[in-house]
């Protein structure tokens, strides 16, 4: 074999038609990676390479139509099967010799990948499974064209034959996928022919066992048949080779129904050994987390996705697949809007459109819209909401679990004192996390609604009346929870900081400055609490730390009553002190300032009587749950919060899962550089090449 190898690459590196390949694909290669990656900034290889496949498929047949039909042509193939050598030398010698050609071009782009590190970071591991996907899909192609130079002796039809099949692969499918439905014989059969769709797995960062299995397969297959179509030309035309004959019929046969087996055999793989996600968040896999949950269902859980499943988004459908395939317990059902179109009406009063959910677990159901399945940005340049994150599997895992704890907990949020709000980030996590989110104005309400489990007061600006308060106090006696952030206002609020106050503390009349240097920026307003041993802080991690800007302090009273229980959840520096903040100015500490250590977060136990208990939890802060305080802090503010809310609800088992994005920082590349690498990649390079060629061409001619 390696004889074989060692003529046929010499062959390819002294022939114009070598040279010519590896000139086309530097260009294209080059002037795609300028574009896409250089110009517009992406640090993903894999757009620079889907674009250059087409490229691929149009010169690659350059080569593959020589390699063995000119053998036959110049009846030199008659020497190589009568030489003392095996079959599949001649057949891997000649492949192995075109996959060096097209190793060397895969070399080049590389040197690309590793400017463009350079820039900015990049995705490293999928660049490169991206990469070496191109190289398996052109290691198949050029199987499949020595099968097809293999048949005939005629370069010119071995090339019409490749070309041939490269566009059946590239055009028939999708019309076919477009003509029939997902379900349909034909649709099966075109899916199974289909080489190109296993390799989008490479190009998505995703190793999938059995599209590699699958491709590894095709590119036996091809090779094998080659083996035989070379093969039969030495058989005698007697008995004895008629016998051989049909002996390597059936065992080229024998041997595809092997790999045609095994191929199936695999589709039966877990998938958590089956699928290896590369991604950045793991994009295209469900996590451990997820799996956890699922692992605790005892009954049939069933996702039901409105519309078909061909028209189901791809995001949707790859992830109730995941589900299903995880676990037997979970049953995926595409509800047919033209068919069903009244389905969603039973379990929600809004329309639900394609790709929403319906999930059922015993006589428990939750409503997933599918705006909620992704993550928006507002880009104010082009007037559009751009697609930052997918939380598919958040909010799925999070709807799951939720039923796995019964009924939803009901928070209801206070208004009508001109409240900072909850922002939708939170409240949207408050579906996603199973808990029903209401709003309560106390002004127009008899009492708390009975069905309440916390009640959320955030930041005040008024006063809440005493009559306000006498409902909170009654529903905090009949063992009802709170969880309450105080306000700091030049308005006075004497009720509501006096109901803060009947916790067990007392409060700062100023807000806390921090001398010790635990602060956001040169802000000694704006500290970085200190955290405090609780079970609400001990399942934080402990590289994010929460931010307080102009928070109040709180000191717990000497003669504490026996039925309250008052422990801090995070402090400012012995160094910190308290003061009134007017006009914006931070005055340095005066005599007669309250100094710290101060709780700017606490929880309070109430013992209301035996068996009757409830949870206060106080946040000395105004500004703490404002989303452009929480990105401050890599969202330990909000971490902090529902670690509060799940503890005070008793929620024992929470997810966590967030909102993933597989999407990196632009690079960027100046404008000079990409000028001089656009001028050596995509001009000088390639007319190296060619220039190598012609020169090679002549000096062979001459003699």
């Known amino acids: ?3 074989i190898y060692l003529k046929e690459l010499k062959g390819l590196l002294h022939s114009f038609t070598g040279w010519l390949f590896l000139a086309v694909m530097t260009f294209f290669s080059s002037l795609y990676f300028i574009v896409y990656n250089f110009s517009q ?19 690659l047949p350059l080569l593959t139509m020589r390699i063995y039909a000119e053998e036959k042509r110049q009846k030199t193939d008659q020497l190589l099967i009568t030489a003392p050598i095996r079959i599949s030398d001649i057949i891997f010698g000649k492949f192995f010799a075109l996959a060096t050609i097209l190793l060397i071009s895969c070399l080049i782009f590389i040197a690309g990948i590793v400017v463009m590190s350079f820039y900015g970071e990049i995705p490293m591991v999928q660049n490169f499974l991206s990469l070496l996907g191109f190289f398996l899909f052109g290691c ?5 064209g020595l099968f097809l130079s293999s048949i005939t002796e005629h370069q010119f039809i071995a090339a019409l034959l490749t070309y041939g099949l490269y566009i059946f692969v590239m055009l028939v499918p999708s019309f076919i996928y477009l003509l029939f439905p ?9 899916n199974v022919v289909d080489f190109m769709v296993p390799f989008d797995c490479f190009f998505s ?10 491709i590894v397969s095709a590119l036996i297959i091809f090779l094998v048949l080659s083996h035989f179509t070379i093969g039969k030309n030495s058989f005698q035309p007697n008995s004895q080779g008629k016998k051989k004959f049909f002996l390597s019929l059936g065992g080229t046969i024998l041997l595809i129904a092997i790999i045609v087996a095994a191929n199936i055999g695999l589709t039966f793989l877990p998938s958590e050994y089956s699928q290896f996600d590369f991604t950045k ?6 996590t451990d987390e997820t799996k956890n949950v699922l692992d605790r269902l005892e009954d049939k859980v069933t996702i039901n996705v409105i519309g078909e499943e061909e028209t189901v988004d791809e995001f949707v459908s790859m ?12 049953d995926v059902v595409y509800r047919s809007e033209t068919k069903e179109p009244g389905f969603y009406m039973d379990y929600s009063e809004t329309t639900l459109y394609n790709s929403s959910m319906v999930v059922t677990y015993k006589d428990l159901f939750r409503v997933i819209n599918y705006a909620d399945c992704y993550e928006y940005t507002y880009d104010y340049n082009t007037g559009a909401n751009t697609i930052t994150g997918i939380d598919v599997e958040g909010q799925l895992t999070a709807a799951i679990n939720s039923m ?38 106390l002004l127009q309400e008899e009492a708390v609604p009975e069905d309440a489990d916390v009640v959320i007061v955030s930041s005040p600006t008024t006063d809440l009346s005493k009559d306000e308060i006498n409902k909170l106090n009654e529903f905090v006696n009949k063992g009802g929870d709170l969880i309450m952030l105080a306000s700091y206002s030049t308005t006075d609020s004497p009720n509501y900081d006096a109901f803060i106050e009947s916790f067990g503390v007392e409060m700062t009349e100023g807000v806390v400055v921090e001398g010790g240097g635990n602060i956001y920026g040169q802000i000694p307003i704006y500290i970085y609490g200190e955290r405090q041993p609780h079970q609400i802080t001990s399942i934080m991690s402990d590289t994010r730390l929460c931010l307080f800007p102009e928070t109040v302090g709180f000191t717990v009273k000497e003669n504490l009553d026996e039925s309250l229980n008052v422990l801090p959840l995070f402090t400012s520096s012995d160094q910190s002190y308290a003061k009134k903040i007017e006009a914006g100015t931070i005055a340095e500490k005066e005599e007669g300032d309250p100094v710290g250590p101060f709780d700017i977060a606490f929880v309070a136990g109430k013992r209301i009587s035996d068996g009757v208990y409830s949870e206060v939890v106080v946040i000395g802060c105004t500004e703490f749950l404002i989303s452009d305080v929480d990105s401050a802090c890599a969202s330990a503010n909000s971490e902090f919060f529902f670690n509060a809310l799940n503890y005070i609800s008793e929620v024992e088992f929470t997810t966590t899962i967030p909102v993933k994005s597989d999407s990196y920082e632009p690079i960027v590349v100046p404008t000079g550089s990409v000028l001089l690498y656009a001028a050596i990649s995509v001009v000088l390079l390639p007319l190296a090449m060619l220039v190598t060629g012609i020169v090679i061409f002549i000096v062979r001619r001459r003699k």
Do not use: P
Not at 41 to 59: C, D, E, N, V, W
Not at 140 to 144: M, W
């Open 205 to 214: 960062g995703v190793i999938v066992v059995t599209d590699v299995a699958y």
């Open 1 to 3: 074999m390696i004889a």
């Open 319 to 330: 992830y109730v697949g995941n589900y299903k395939k995880y676990s037997s317990n979970v």
């Open 182 to 190: 997902a379900d349909s014989w034909i649709v099966k059969v075109i």
């Open 404 to 441: 796995l704890g019964g009924e939803s907990n009901v928070i209801y949020e206070l208004i009508g004192h001109n409240d900072i709000s909850l922002q939708e980030y939170i409240t949207k996590r408050f579906n996603k996390g199973g808990y029903v989110h209401q709003y309560l104005n």
């Open 140 to 144: 198949l192609c050029i199987a499949i």
């Open 41 to 59: 900034g992406s640090a993903y290889a894999s757009s620079t390479l889907g674009s250059l496949i087409i490229i691929l498929l149009f010169i």
């Open 281 to 286: 968040n793991q994009l295209f896999s469900i």
